[in-house]
């Protein structure tokens, strides 16, 4: 009987650091779950800029093109730059080339295209940021 009590009395439920450990662990996870519910909640309110380039129409006489673009981000966005193949273009227009969301239209720029060779088009808003990219091959 002396025995049997002093088993028990040395038993315990749980030792100090595995219940910390778990307060820790249980702690983790309540706030990357708390963390990834508010990211879900804030994407909205932020909004995203994005312009997809449709098509390139190649002008004749290998000095213009025109890109159809369209605004496919949630917010409004304005175009400031446009490259091709890495290199600043010349945008053929004193309009401002702002495009609400959903909003469609035509850039035209000079580009001394040569016939069956390829080039990137890259759309570039006022912050800098490259929010649309292309590539198409001239005509032969």
Known sequence: MKILRKIRK????????????ILIAVTVAVSIAVAAWMGALTVGFMGSSSVTIT???????NAYATLSVKNTGT??????QIKV????????STATLTYDAGIDGDIGIALAWEEGNPYKFDLIDSSGQIVG????TAPA
Do not use: H
């Not at 040395?10 to 450990?21: C, F, G, H, Q």
């Open 85 to 92: 193949n890495n290199a600043a273009a010349t945008i053929n």
């Open 10 to 21: 040395n038993v315990k439920a749980l030792s100090p650091v595995v219940a910390s450990i």
């Open 75 to 80: 917010k409004s966005v304005t175009i400031s």
């Open 133 to 136: 990219s292309y590539q198409a």
């Open 55 to 61: 098509d390139v129409t190649y002008e004749t006489g």
